[in-house]
């Protein structure tokens, strides 16, 4: 809902929306309130800019009408004497009356708001029905509506499809009494005792459909109108027992809303934590319907939700697990839906004692989201996985590359292995060739622990596991099993390392030993991306052109001279910044600006300029601060002291002049 600012003219008809809602009349509110809303400004505007006596195109007032706005406004001061003698409804008879002869008036002498005698009577009336309503607690005129019962379920049919947790349009939320006492970017909807003023009620009730809401849908009835209006000059009270309870909670069951929900702090002497053994489940099994998303209108994300319970009533009933009605969806497999498999045992057991226990809560805010207190899947894994021993992790990869080998060719036969200190070589080529693949890769990783100043460490936890495939077809099989995609013909390898390690490996198609133009060579190929994996080993966000290029960077510096592979990637490299046509240099450091086939070729060059500009520590320091999560922007600032536009732009700019060098040099 997005707002348009409340201006003066409001003010002019707060007092007679009293009078309409009084009446019983809310689509005169609509049109008269309203009209006045939309149309007074530009009306004021042409008044005010009159220069003539002729302001308003009104007839000069009678003798007749003068003393009737002079009575207008001597009866209407009388309101306030009824109302310190506790006659209510006498003020209020008063103040009608006086509003109905007001209009009445303005009526047959074509009177305009603006007019002096007008705006003061206008006033005085807000004065008088102000002083009515604080005597009476805001109930004057209006009968009692409550909010839970009445409001809510308006604006969960009418507003919620657009203003909820996951919809908040305008910046607008609707879903809680409390983002409804919030407001919006705009500011407040409410004006307790005054809907006039309120701009909810000048947007349900706008009579342009550009402006009215809901959007594109039907408008509010006269009774629902009637309703939001006299719980506003009621005060717009809450009669719930928790603002932050969904609407569609209140509307369906207010009387579980309105329950007093009880939190007990646990003692410690509970034989189950809720923390430890009943949250985890709600958040990771049950969190999918009973998150952000409310299935049902229960909300299992925080602790509070949880004792408030649903559409249906009480989930938990500290004390009585057959009066819990989460604990009896659970029982008879009615939740999770389709899911079944991941409730436990244990988890059942403990659901019932902790109920039986009292239900008590051994956090600290129940209103915290239940998310920050348990660990995540991925926690839960990591923390599974720092239980392993050095051995537990190597019978893993053993067990878990094997296991990707068969999934991946099912109708074929045992893979062979070999291992060497850091590397556990898997494949369908001949073992001796298993062996060269493992040599050259533990040759490499000495070069990776000097490079990056590691002692006796090991590289990876259960060793990086290489798989080597004989032929294209069983590369391309690999990636479509495993990766569910397509890859280039150009790209002969690549590599995956999870954040806790639980998958680590390279797989290269065996191209050969001899290098062309258009191959790297086994030794070169293997190199490339067992380099690939180990900068990916410690998390971060290694960019692809960082994890494909440093391997070819490092390798560069110990092939014989002439290498037609590693001269060729120069006018590749070349060529893809010129089709790239980057209009920003520094998005040469970025993901995505490459296709799979160019991101080896511009990550070699790219890596070699870095490595000649900085030397290998500042490279290992670039490394290290990509590892620990910093963007391109951030690591290239504390590193090289420069923007990624300043150092793009050299970079780019010496890839041209390399290549464009070559290609002279070729021809002459």
């Known amino acids: 809902m997005s707002e348009p600012p409340p201006t003066g003219k409001t003010l002019l008809v707060s007092a007679e929306s009293h009078r309409i809602l009084a009446s019983g009349s809310p689509l005169r509110w609509r049109r008269n309130v309203m009209y006045r809303l939309l149309v007074a400004a530009p009306l004021l505007a042409v008044v005010c800019c009159a220069v003539s006596g002729k302001a308003a195109t009104a007839a000069p007032l009678t003798a007749a009408q003068k003393k009737e706005l002079n009575d207008i406004r001597s009866d209407a001061g009388k309101a306030s004497g009824l109302v310190s003698r506790k006659k209510f409804e006498e003020a209020e008879q008063v103040l009608a009356d006086a509003e109905a002869r007001l209009d009445k008036i303005i009526k047959e002498a074509e009177l305009p708001e603006t007019d002096v005698q007008v705006r003061a009577i206008r006033k005085l009336l807000e004065t008088q029905r102000s002083i009515l309503i604080k005597a009476t607690g805001g109930k004057a005129g209006a009968p009692d509506v409550s909010f839970v019962s009445d409001v809510a379920p308006i604006l969960v049919d009418k507003c919620l499809r657009c203003h909820d947790e996951n919809n908040t349009s305008g910046g607008l939320r609707l879903d809680t009494f409390a983002a409804l006492e919030r407001g919006g970017q705009s500011g407040p909807l409410l004006v307790p005792r005054n809907p006039a003023?309120?701009?909810?009620?000048?947007?349900?009730?706008?009579?342009?459909p550009q402006l009215r809401m809901p959007r594109n849908a039907e408008p509010l009835s006269e009774s629902e109108l009637r309703t939001l209006a006299a719980w506003?000059?009621?005060?717009?009270?809450f009669d719930g027992?928790?603002?932050?309870?969904?609407?569609?909670l209140l509307s369906k069951n207010p009387a579980a809303a309105k329950e007093k929900i009880e939190i007990v702090k646990a003692t410690g002497n509970e034989t189950v934590s809720f923390i430890r053994d009943v949250a985890p489940t709600f958040v990771n099994t049950c969190g999918g319907?009973?998150?952000?998303?409310?299935?049902?209108?229960?909300?299992?994300a925080t602790f509070e939700g949880v004792m408030v319970g649903g559409e249906s009533g009480r989930a938990v009933v500290p004390g009585d697990v057959e009066a819990s009605i989460l604990f009896q969806k659970l029982r008879d497999g009615e939740m999770p839906q389709g899911?079944?498999?991941?409730?436990?045992?244990?988890?059942?057991?403990?659901?019932?004692?902790?109920?039986?226990?009292?239900?008590?809560?051994?956090?600290?805010?129940?209103?915290?989201?239940?998310?920050?207190?348990i660990p995540t899947p991925e926690q839960l894994r990591a923390q599974e996985l720092a239980k392993l021993t050095a051995e537990g992790w190597l019978d893993k990869r053993r067990t878990e590359s094997v296991a990707l080998w068969k999934q991946s060719f099912p109708q074929g036969g045992e893979p062979l292995l070999h291992e060497t200190d850091d590397f556990l070589v898997v494949g369908d080529v001949a073992q001796r060739r298993l062996e060269d693949v493992g040599s050259w890769a533990q040759e490499h990783a000495a070069a990776l622990r000097s490079m990056f100043n590691l002692k006796d460490e090991p590289l990876f936890k259960g060793k990086l596991a290489i798989f080597v495939f004989k032929d294209r077809f069983g590369y391309e099989e690999f990636n479509s099993t495993i990766h569910r995609r397509e890859v280039p013909r150009e790209v002969v390898g690549h590599s995956e390392v999870t954040a806790a390690q639980d998958r680590a490996f390279a797989a290269v198609q065996d191209v050969g030993d001899d290098a062309d133009p258009h191959s790297p060579g086994m030794q070169l190929n293997v190199v490339e991306h067992v380099t690939g994996a180990f900068l990916k080993r410690d998390g971060g966000s290694i960019p692809d052109w960082l994890a494909r290029g440093a391997g070819l960077a490092i390798a560069a510096g110990k092939l014989k001279e002439g290498n037609a592979y590693m001269a060729a990637l120069r006018g590749r490299a070349g060529d893809a910044l010129r089709?790239?046509?980057?209009?920003?240099?520094a998005d040469v450091f970025n993901n995505g600006q490459f296709s799979p086939a160019d991101i080896g070729p511009i990550g070699y060059v790219l890596v070699d300029y870095l490595l000649r500009q900085g030397g290998a520590g500042r490279f290992g320091q670039l490394v290290k601060r990509?590892?620990?999560?910093d963007t391109p922007q951030a690591a290239i600032q504390s590193v090289y002291q420069t923007t990624p536009r300043q150092l793009g732009t050299t970079f780019v700019q010496s890839a041209s002049l390399a290549t464009s060098g070559k290609k002279a040099k070729k021809g002459s």
């Open 579 to 585: 089709q790239a046509n980057l209009t920003d240099p």
């Open 626 to 629: 990509f590892q620990a999560g």
């Open 232 to 237: 506003i000059t009621a005060g717009a009270p």
């Open 197 to 208: 003023l309120s701009r909810i009620m000048q947007r349900v009730g706008a009579l342009n």
């Open 241 to 248: 027992t928790d603002k932050n309870v969904s609407l569609s």
């Open 289 to 300: 319907c009973h998150g952000n998303r409310r299935s049902g209108g229960l909300s299992l």
């Open 339 to 373: 899911n079944q498999a991941r409730i436990t045992r244990k988890f059942y057991a403990d659901l019932q004692t902790w109920i039986k226990e009292g239900a008590k809560y051994d956090g600290n805010d129940p209103k915290r989201p239940l998310r920050e207190l």
